[in-house]
Structure formats: structure tokens, C-alpha cells
């Protein structure tokens, strides 16, 4: 059963930078299956961010993330990566990963100050 462990949250201001990241530990097929990190602010529904194949050759964004965000991952180490440049305060969210949507992590807090 995957585990999975968010890092990389916190506050920035608008236009800057973070990056998540995610470990699934215990996830023994963790470089066969489809990873994606999703996010949900205050009194919204969870909504995709982007979604990576486990070969990492598929990869889809939301529209509203499209060139600003970047999905990655490490099948070596086991973790999905998310490059956020350029943010904005509607980027405000928890953000999950998920392995498959099977397995989800415990999300990691993202809050842009405007």
C-alpha cells in the first residue's frame, strides 16, 4: 500500500515560486502507474492540476495552470514533482498527489499573498 508524503507548502507572494514534492514510500509499482497532483481551496470542489504517465512521456495540465506549472517525476526516488512559477493568489489551495487516484497524500498548504 503507497504512502503518500507531500512537502514543499507554504506562503509566497504573488508572481514567485515553489515546488512540491511527493514520496510514496511503500509504493512497490510506483514507476508503472499514472501520478497527478490536485488541489482544493476553501469552499471548492478538488480539481486536477496536472497528471503524469509513468514513463512521464503523457503529461496534462489544467487550463489554468498550462505554462505556468510543472509536473515531473523521479521513478529512482519513488516521487512526483511540481514546479509552480509565476503564482497568483487563485493558486491559494491544499495541494494533494495522488497515485493513481487510488492512493492520496495528506496535502501540503499553498498560499499566495497578493
Known amino acids: 500500500q503507497a504512502q503518500l508524503m507531500e512537502s514543499g507548502g507554504g506562503l509566497v507572494q504573488a508572481g514567485g515560486s515553489l515546488s512540491l514534492s511527493c514520496e510514496a514510500s511503500?509504493?512497490?509499482?510506483?514507476?508503472?502507474?499514472?501520478m497527478g497532483w490536485y488541489r482544493q481551496a476553501p469552499g471548492k470542489q478538488r480539481e486536477l492540476v496536472a497528471t503524469?504517465?509513468?514513463?512521464?512521456?503523457?503529461?496534462k495540465y489544467a487550463d489554468s495552470v498550462k505554462g505556468r506549472f510543472t509536473i515531473s517525476r523521479d521513478n529512482a526516488k519513488k516521487t512526483v514533482y511540481l514546479r509552480m512559477n509565476d503564482l497568483k493568489p487563485e493558486d491559494t489551495a491544499v495541494y494533494y498527489c495522488?497515485?493513481?487516484?487510488?492512493?492520496w497524500g495528506q496535502g501540503t498548504q499553498v498560499t499566495v499573498s497578493s
Open positions: 503524469i504517465s509513468a514513463g512521464g512521456a503523457d503529461i
Open positions: 495522488t497515485e493513481r487516484g487510488v492512493y
Open positions: 511503500g509504493s512497490i509499482y510506483f514507476s508503472l502507474y499514472l
